[in-house]
């Protein structure tokens, strides 16, 4: 009989592994030395030993499953169990054990980290839907809310999957939100073309009263007209574009033919005034040469004058008529202010409150005077001091008044 510390041969070839619960038999050696019986059985526990290595370094340092890792230490444990081989056994099952504590710790953390990915998939979706929920609501630019809500079915899409029941009832809403925001937008537009009618059948009054004046000859109350329905096209608002060109492209050949017209009448009425103008040019310069004024009783009698004749003369071209217009009345302006200053300077009770003034003034000064000497007689310095400057302020007012009073002269 030959023995190691795991196993032997029995005299009779049977081979025994040692446990911890005893021998057990694992096969029996009948050609041959024990020592190879050994051997060979030893190769077998090299063999599983093998095995759990491997799983093990698959274990730590591939991303293996845990349910698939366990399957093989399952399988891997029964194959330790009743081995026929011969070694420590002991060992593998304290490895297979631990390889197993391993895999029941990443089974825990990947558990962990699912629930993290949930609970965060969990929360991206309920903020896509409440987005989603708001822009049903909330949004006026159809364009850009739609593009949104697309890009927010593709968020969702690329989110991580939630529970069954948290899935469903968050999805329902998502398309509540999408089919609101869809009826809500055909709602809008519905009633833009009831609007876009409403400004068409506007428009097309408005250019239809604008083709009715564009043969007018009454310049004057048609300009006013047209300026009128300007305004109405303004305030009725925009017409869908195809309709919108094609009605204002009416409205504005009809304006522009007559005020063409009317500007051609104007030109023909302009050129016949030339010789009007040419009168003017010559009383404007007339008027001009009575400034600055300094007569102005004799220049208002000159510009009197000349308001006759320029008033005789006729109308002059438009084009004209401002600046000569303006030149005249500037003349105007300027003998009016030299009027109004003659009549202040003329005015008796003007003239009399100055001239009391300057009496009051002067009385106060000779009673002053007379303050002042007595005090220098009698020594009073401070009472001089104060008297002579009251004097020197009322001599000051004196002045100003004489020089208000000489306006009067």
Do not use: C
């Amino acid at each position: 009989m030959s023995t190691d510390p795991w196993g032997r041969v029995d005299d009779d070839g049977t081979v025994y592994v040692r446990t911890a619960e005893g021998e057990r038999a694992v096969g029996s050696w009948q050609a041959g030395e024990p020592e190879e019986a050994l051997a060979y059985f030893h190769r077998k526990f090299e063999e599983l030993a093998g095995q759990v290595q491997l799983l093990e370094q698959r274990v730590r340092e591939t991303d293996l499953a845990p349910a698939q890792a366990e399957a093989s230490i399952v399988k891997l444990r029964e194959a330790v169990a009743g081995a026929n081989a011969v070694g420590d056994l002991a060992s593998l099952e304290t490895r297979l054990t631990t390889l197993s504590e391993l895999v029941g710790r990443r089974r825990e953390e990947l558990r962990a980290a699912r629930e993290q990915a949930r609970a965060q998939a969990r929360e991206t979706k309920e903020r896509i839907v409440a987005e989603a929920e708001r822009i049903a609501e909330e949004a006026t630019h159809w364009k850009s809310g739609g593009e949104r809500l697309r890009q927010l079915v593709e968020e969702w899409k690329a989110a991580e999957r939630i529970d069954r029941a948290t899935e469903a009832a968050l999805w329902k809403r998502m398309s509540a939100a999408r089919t609101a925001f869809a009826k809500r937008r055909k709602a809008y537009f519905s009633s833009l073309d009831e609007q876009r009618d409403a400004v068409r059948a506007a428009k097309e009054r408005i250019v239809g009263e604008a083709e009715a004046l564009s043969a007018s000859t009454d310049w004057t109350g048609t300009a006013a007209a047209y300026r009128e329905l300007m305004r109405q096209w303004k305030a009725a608002g925009r017409a869908s574009r195809e309709v919108e060109d094609d009605l204002w492209a009416r409205f504005k050949g009809a304006q522009d033919q007559f005020f063409q017209a009317r500007s051609a009448v104007y030109a023909e009425r302009d050129a016949s005034f030339a010789a009007n103008a040419e009168v003017k040019e010559g009383l404007l310069t007339e008027a001009e040469r009575l400034l600055p004024v300094t007569d102005a009783r004799s220049a208002r009698a000159a510009l009197r004058g000349i308001l006759e004749r320029w008033e005789a003369a006729g109308p002059v071209p438009r084009d004209m008529r401002d600046r000569l217009e303006g030149g005249l009345r500037k003349v105007d302006d300027a003998v009016r202010r030299a009027e109004e200053q003659e009549w202040k300077r003329t005015n008796p009770e003007a003239r009399a409150r100055a001239q009391d003034t300057v009496n009051q003034l002067r009385r106060s000064i000779d009673q002053l005077e007379r303050r002042l000497a007595k005090a220098q007689a009698a020594g009073r310095d401070k009472e001089a001091k104060e008297t002579e400057e009251s004097l020197a302020a009322r001599r000051s007012w004196l002045l100003e008044a004489e020089r208000t009073l000489a306006e009067f002269s």
